[in-house]
């Protein structure tokens, strides 16, 4: 039984990179009060940093990946918790990629840049998609990332439990009630597809000086499969909609590998593969 907490973050501007540590830390440590293991945050999350007085456009954040970086690292081991710490923009040559960072305790980061990009994000922003999908060891399961609007494209998921994922963690950012049923309803379908956990973290909030970022809309979520010993809908724990709060709930990974051998369905083992291509 593993304690999984995911954050509804309400943007705010900031006047400092120290302001906004301390506003994300106030997640990180309500999260370990929880007594959580892994704390998810959402997309974007380092966009507050542009409300910082003087700073530039979406083109310099990757000035602040050094400081986002050990940021992350000193929360995370301060309160012995690992953080997916939303995601940040970081330069890969001339390119700029929407990039998840899971932070360990013991230092250790992995990441993993989306691979589907929405319109804005292909223009104006000019961001690179990237080539794959990592699974990532977190001690008590095997998790994969995708990120936002990733969560739309039931191949993903169904690549991430071929290879062994038995959670989705999913940072996003909807800046409308459409695109926050689009991403929540799709995490709840990729939970029963593939009889696995899904966390999902999202904004809430506005950043007025940013373009595109002026309305934030959501709730945070925890799904499991629809089957016995889990509630009839799916949904282990979710926030109020549009506040600033930690939801938490309890993955118990056992209860998911007997729900795989014998639940109601098995929707993992009963694909077609006469019919059509199986995720490999």
Same mark, same amino acid.
Request: aromatic share 8%; net charge negative; with cysteine.
């Given at each position: ?43 974007? !999350? ?91 060891? !977190? ?142």
């Amino acid at each position: 039984m593993i304690r999984i907490a995911a954050s509804q973050y309400r943007f705010q501007s900031v006047a400092s990179f120290d302001e906004f540590a301390r506003r994300v830390e106030t997640h990180v440590a309500s999260a370990a009060e929880f007594g959580a293991k892994l704390l998810v945050m959402p997309e974007y !999350l380092s966009f507050e940093l542009l409300t910082v007085p003087g700073a530039g456009g979406i083109e310099s954040l990757p000035q602040a990946t050094q400081a986002y970086e050990d940021l992350f690292k000193a929360l995370s081991a301060r309160h012995a918790i690992q953080v997916l710490a939303g995601t940040h923009l970081i330069a890969d040559g001339n390119n700029l990629r929407n990039t998840a960072h899971l932070f360990f305790p013991d230092g250790r980061i992995e990441r993993q840049a989306k691979n589907h990009l929405t319109p804005c994000e292909v223009t104006p922003w000019n961001l690179k998609p990237g080539d794959g999908l990592k699974i990532v060891d !977190l001690g008590f399961a095997r998790a994969a990332m995708p990120v936002c609007y990733d969560i739309e494209f039931p191949e993903l998921a169904r690549q991430a439990r071929a290879r062994g994922a038995d959670i989705l963690l999913v940072p996003s950012c909807t800046d409308d009630a459409h695109g926050y049923h689009r991403v929540r309803l799709c995490a709840a379908a990729r939970a029963i597809e593939n009889q696995i956990y899904v966390a999902l973290s999202m904004t809430t909030g506005s950043l007025l000086s940013v373009p595109l970022m002026r309305a934030n809309y959501g709730r945070a979520s925890l799904h499991t499969p629809c089957d016995y010993p889990y509630p009839p809908g799916g949904v282990l724990a979710e926030g109020e909609m549009n506040d600033d709060q930690v939801v938490c709930g309890d993955f118990d990974m056992a209860a998911l590998a007997r729900a795989r051998a014998g639940g109601s369905v098995k929707t993992w083992q009963d694909r077609r593969g006469d019919l059509y291509p199986l995720a490999t």
